[in-house]
């Protein structure tokens, strides 16, 4: 019910305990070029932190089930959330109100096909299925053409986006379930 920074560039010691959720946290965020946090819980809502004071600066409540991720874009402006109420949102920092809810997904979001969506227009412009399981990450490559998903099937898959195939498995990628991925 709290996330915890840890100092990585001297001794690993905890520096600050982010408390205020009610029930487990379930995704956290770095806001790029603020000292922000946001986290996601399995209370339903999403917190916006001050890194500096710990202070929790607004807590966002319109989804109406766990929220399981948050995902900030590259000049934290706007960030995304996907919920077991089968929306992802998309809140705008700068007034910390959703300007976006994309529904659609026929069970919670992280189930076993992958939704991308056009913002403008709010609608599904394509459906990736193929996981047996529950799709726990995606990243696009940087290039744009492939998107990489991981799944508790513990697969990895690679997608071309241009013709929306799977052009590459990895089965057993792990003993275990696969929960995150990252390209760099």
Known sequence: MSVKVYDSQRDWNCIKTLTGHEHNVSGVAFVPKKPQIISCSRDNTIKLWDFSTGLCLFTFEDHDDWVRRVAVNSDGTIFASCSNDKTARIWDLASNKCISVLSGHEN???????????LETKECVLILSGHENWVRSIVFHPCGKFLISVSDDRSIKIWD????????????????????????
């Open 161 to 184: 986006l241009s013709n929306s195939r799977c052009i590459r498995t990895i089965n057993d990628a792990h003993d275990h379930f696969c929960s995150s991925f990252r390209y760099e």
């Open 108 to 118: 919670v979001v992280e189930y076993k096909s992958i939704r991308i969506w056009n």
